[in-house]
């Protein structure tokens, strides 16, 4: 491990572009940027070297230091918002997550979190799809091929904050939701990750959000191609009120009394209440302080 952390240089970070072009725009980009968030990059510095066991965390891939220079999970952050909320994080996760669990998961990328299938399982891993949407996210993964993604945040005042629910880009990625919602007992993964985040957020006594589509870190008004998901609409279906500035998710998993439920639907609920409960029980021995 390296015993000392310094934000990266260009040449670190663009090391493998070889269009002249490109690398000069790069370059221009990234001097500005360096030089106009040079009072947050010290205290990054700082933080990082007072907290060594993040120092692999960036050392070893140095575009997520990029959530510092522009955007970090809601886009309304100014930079030294994004310092103190990547900060916050960093700091709280220590506790959410657990000291052992947090080395685990710095060193392996992932921790299995439950087994829901023979071929679908749920992982705590480090977010490997965008940094800029949250360095942590929990995963669905059937076989080798990834399910549905949500990055988070840990923000101030115990709150934690989706960033972003990203499913399969493969071409037979409808086919498989469906199918995987078959398996998981009439669940949608998009669903089923709402309700890891509110058994989680229970456990440790935090406030589940969701990010208003428009503050979204993707999020662009001129480009729809780049965010089809409608988040407003997802955090409503999941029991979310809008106010202030974060869709506020109750922790609570609503149920369906057996007698409301018709007699051929029984099983499936009986199935799908039953492996609610485990997983619950899997994250509270997991996540529960000692």
Not at 49 to 76: E, G, H, M, T
Not at 116 to 138: K, S, V, W
Not at 214 to 236: E, G, P, T, V
Request: charged share 25%.
């Amino acid at each position: 491990m390296n015993k000392q952390f310094y934000f990266p240089t260009y040449q670190q970070m663009y090391i493998g572009e070889r269009r002249k072009l490109k690398r000069f725009r790069q370059y221009i980009r990234y001097s500005f940027t360096t030089l106009y968030c040079h009072k947050e990059i010290k205290q990054f510095e700082d933080y990082i070297n007072q907290n060594p066991k993040f120092i692999p965390l960036f050392s070893s891939y140095y575009y997520r230091v990029n959530a510092l220079l522009y955007k970090y999970c809601d886009n309304r952050f100014n930079k030294q918002q994004r310092k103190n909320a990547i900060c916050q994080t960093l700091t709280q996760a220590q506790t959410f997550l657990g000291e052992k669990n947090l080395d685990l998961l710095l060193n392996q990328q992932k921790i299995l979190l439950f087994q829901l299938t023979d071929e679908i399982a749920l992982y705590l891993q480090l977010n490997c799809i965008d940094p800029l949407e949250g360095f942590f996210a929990i995963h669905l993964q059937k076989g080798n091929e990834r399910l549905y993604d949500a990055s988070f945040a840990l923000l101030e005042n115990k709150q934690l904050l989706i960033a972003s629910i990203q499913g399969s880009s493969l071409d037979n990625a409808p086919e498989e939701i469906k199918l995987a919602t078959k398996q998981l007992h009439g669940i949608r993964p998009a669903f089923l990750l709402v309700h890891i985040f509110k058994m989680l957020c229970e456990i440790k006594q935090f406030q589940l959000l969701g990010i208003p589509k428009k503050h979204q870190a993707k999020y662009r008004f001129n480009d729809f191609s780049r965010l089809l998901f409608d988040y407003d609409a997802f955090w409503a279906d999941n029991g979310g009120e809008l106010k202030q500035n974060y869709w506020y998710i109750p922790n609570i998993i609503e149920r369906k009394s057996m007698d409301d439920i018709p007699s051929k639907k029984r099983s499936m609920y009986k199935k799908r209440y039953e492996m609610l409960d485990n997983i619950k029980q899997s994250l509270t021995q997991l996540f529960q302080a000692p």
